[in-house]
C-alpha cells in the first residue's frame, strides 16, 4: 500500500507533470508583468514625459529589493528553512502588491512633472514611485522562481528533469511574449496602464494556482513519508553554515557567472528591443513589440526540445557554448548599421531565440549535479542574486549610453518630443557580454572535465 501511495504522486507521470503545469502557470503570470512596460517605452517618453535614463531608473529597479537589500538571498534561505508551501505563498503575494503599487503610480497623474529630491539627486516622482512597486514585484516574481525551481527537483529528480525545467521556461516565456506582442497594441486602444491592470489581474489568478498546488505538494509529503523516502534527518536539514560549502565551490560560481553574463545580453535587450525595432528597422510604435516576441515565442518550442535532449544525450556544458556562440553572432549584427531591413531584425531575432532556449535548457538542470538537494533553495537564490546585478546595471547603462552618445535627433510631433536614437553602441556591449559568457562557459567544461559534475551525462537515471 506504501509504494501504491508514492507511485501515486511523484512515480506518476500525470501527477508530476499536472503539478508543473500548475505552478508553470504562475511563472507565466509573474513573467507578464515583468516586460508589461518594457515595449512601452515611445509611449512612456511621449506621454509621461519620461526619458531613457527614466526607463534605465524603472529597470534598475528590479533589483532594489532583491540585490541591495539581500532579500532574494534571504528568500532562498527561508526556501530551504520554511518549505515550498509558505515561500511560495508569500512570494506571489509580495508580486500582487508591488504590482497593485506599480498600477497606481502610473495612473496618478498628480505624480506627472513631479520632481522629488531623495538622498543627493532629483527624481521624477512617478519613475521613482513605478519602480518602488516594480521592485517589490521583482522580489516576488525572484524567489517565485526558485520555489518553482526546486519544485520540478523534487518532482522530477532522476527523470526528465531538463525537460521539466524546458517546458517551465517556455511556459513562462509565453508570459514574456505575450507582453512584448500584446502590450503596445493595447495599450494602443485602451490606455498606458492596461497591461499592468491585465498583469495584475493574471497574477490573483497565478496565486490561486499555486494555493492549488499546495494541496498537491501536502499529498506528495505524505507519500513520501508512506514510502520512507522523507528526509527529515538534523544532519540533512538546511543549516546557515552550508552557505559557506556553496560560495566555495568554483562549479557554483561558473554556473552563476555564465549566468548573470548570459541573461544580461538577453533580458535587457528585449526591454530595448521594441525601441531598438522603432529607431533601426522603421516599425511603428504599435507593432514595435511582434518582431522581439519572437524570440519567447521560438523559446516555448526549442528550450523543451533542447532541456529533453539533455535528459537523454547529456552534453550540458557543450549545449551552454553553443548558445553563448549564437548570441555573440546575434549581437554583433545588430550592431551593424547598414543592417537595417526588418527582415535581418526577423532572422537574427529567430536565431537568438535558439541560443536562448540552449542555454537555460541546460544551465538550471546542472545545478543539481554540482549542489546538494537540501541547499538547491539557496543556491539558486544566490545564483538569480548575482543574475540580477547585471538585470539592474545593464539596463540602466543603456538608458544612459542612449541619452548620452546615441541621440540622433529630437523632432516635435503632434505636439510631443519623439527622440530617435542610434543603437550601434548598446549593441556592441551586449556582444562584449556574449563573448565573456562563451569564455565562462568553456571555464565550466574544463570545470566538469576535473570534478566529473555529469554535465556532459544524461540526467535521466536508465
Request: charged share 15%; aromatic share 14%.
Amino acid at each position: 500500500m506504501k509504494e501504491k501511495i508514492s507511485s501515486a504522486l511523484r512515480e506518476s507521470p500525470v501527477a508530476r507533470w499536472t503539478a508543473l503545469g500548475v505552478v508553470a502557470f504562475t511563472m507565466l503570470c509573474g513573467y507578464y508583468l515583468s516586460d508589461a512596460i518594457s515595449p512601452l517605452k515611445p509611449m512612456l517618453e511621449r506621454e509621461l514625459g519620461w526619458n531613457s535614463s527614466d526607463f534605465g531608473i524603472f529597470r534598475f529597479a528590479y533589483g532594489w529589493l532583491t540585490v541591495f537589500a539581500f532579500m532574494l538571498i534571504l528568500g532562498g534561505i527561508l526556501l530551504d528553512k520554511l518549505g515550498i508551501r509558505i515561500t511560495g505563498i508569500a512570494a506571489t503575494i509580495t508580486m500582487i502588491l508591488g504590482t497593485a503599487i506599480k498600477y497606481w503610480a502610473i495612473t496618478d497623474t498628480s505624480l506627472m512633472g513631479v520632481k522629488w529630491h531623495v538622498l543627493w539627486f532629483d527624481i521624477n516622482a512617478q519613475v521613482l514611485m513605478v519602480s518602488l512597486g516594480f521592485s517589490l514585484f521583482c522580489l516576488g516574481v525572484e524567489v517565485s522562481g526558485i520555489t518553482v525551481s526546486k519544485i520540478i527537483v523534487k518532482w522530477f529528480k532522476g527523470k526528465e528533469m531538463a525537460l521539466a525545467m524546458g517546458l517551465e521556461m517556455a511556459t513562462a516565456r509565453l508570459g514574456t511574449a505575450a507582453a512584448l506582442f500584446a502590450s503596445p497594441i493595447i495599450a494602443e486602444y485602451y490606455q498606458l496602464s492596461t497591461p499592468v491592470l491585465i498583469g495584475l489581474i493574471m497574477l490573483i489568478i497565478g496565486f490561486l494556482a499555486f494555493v492549488m498546488y499546495t494541496f498537491m505538494d501536502v499529498k506528495l509529503d505524505k507519500s513520501l513519508k508512506e514510502n520512507g523516502e522523507w528526509v527529515d534527518d538534523k544532519e540533512d536539514v538546511f543549516k546557515i553554515s552550508d552557505i559557506g560549502f556553496i560560495i566555495k565551490n568554483k562549479g557554483f560560481w561558473l554556473i552563476a557567472i555564465l549566468c548573470v553574463l548570459f541573461y544580461s545580453a538577453v533580458f535587457p535587450f528585449l526591454n530595448y528591443a521594441a525601441d531598438l525595432m522603432v529607431n533601426k528597422f522603421g516599425v511603428s510604435e504599435k507593432f514595435a513589440g511582434a518582431i522581439p516576441s519572437l524570440l519567447p515565442f521560438g523559446t516555448i518550442i526549442l528550450t523543451p526540445f533542447f532541456g529533453n535532449l539533455y535528459d537523454r544525450k547529456g552534453k550540458g556544458a557543450t549545449i551552454m557554448i553553443i548558445g553563448a556562440m549564437l548570441l555573440i553572432f546575434v549581437h554583433a549584427l545588430f550592431s551593424i548599421p547598414v543592417l537595417n531591413q526588418q527582415f535581418v531584425a526577423i532572422v537574427l531575432i529567430i536565431i537568438l531565440g535558439v541560443g536562448f532556449s540552449l542555454v537555460p535548457s541546460a544551465m538550471w538542470p546542472s545545478v543539481p549535479k554540482i549542489i546538494p538537494e537540501k541547499q538547491l533553495g539557496s543556491a539558486y537564490a544566490l545564483i538569480f542574486w548575482i543574475q540580477n546585478i547585471g538585470l539592474m546595471f545593464i539596463p540602466l547603462t543603456i538608458g544612459w549610453l542612449l541619452d548620452k552618445y546615441c541621440v540622433t535627433e529630437r523632432i516635435i510631433v503632434n505636439g510631443q518630443t519623439v527622440t530617435h536614437y542610434n543603437y550601434t553602441l548598446p549593441m556592441l556591449l551586449f556582444t562584449f557580454l556574449g563573448i565573456l559568457a562563451l569564455i565562462v562557459a568553456f571555464m565550466l567544461k574544463a570545470e566538469d572535465k576535473k570534478k566529473g559534475y555529469g554535465l556532459e551525462l544524461p540526467n535521466m537515471k536508465k
